[in-house]
């Protein structure tokens, strides 16, 4: 099993962008979903993002126009780029491996990258 460490988060004004990394131990190039995660205090942990090996992605709804997830097999890292920022992104966020469409984890969580952005 991997171990994921996640990168890139910090404060920003809305409208600006971050690109958030996920540097993996080893090789994702078995892995057939990675995912984007954030959660934000006394809420549950949430799909942001994920993509299979294969290319194909899935979005949340919220996101979706404005963060773009891609993956690097031969840097073992996925990254997130996030766009035109909203408060309401605000979370720490996190990468996991997955199945399927990416609703379904099964590694262990890292600690994340925190995301502040303010109005």
């Known amino acids: 099993q991997v171990r994921l460490v996640e990168s890139g988060g910090g404060l920003v004004q809305a409208g600006g962008s971050l690109r958030l990394s996920c540097g993996a131990s080893?090789?994702?190039?078995?892995?057939?979903?990675m995912g984007w995660y954030r959660q934000t205090p006394g809420k549950q942990r949430e799909l942001v993002a994920a993509?299979?090996?294969?290319?194909?992605?899935n979005y949340a709804d919220s996101v979706k126009g404005r963060f773009t997830i891609s993956r690097d097999n031969a840097k073992n890292s996925v990254y997130l780029q996030m766009n035109s920022l909203k408060p309401e992104d605000t979370a720490v966020y996190y990468c996991?491996?997955?199945?399927?469409?990416?609703?379904?984890?099964?590694?262990?969580w890292g600690q994340g990258t925190q995301v502040t952005v303010s109005s």
């Open positions: 996991n491996t997955a199945l399927g469409d990416g609703s379904i984890t099964y590694g262990r």
């Open positions: 993509i299979q090996s294969g290319g194909s992605t």
């Open positions: 080893g090789s994702i190039l078995s892995i057939n979903t």
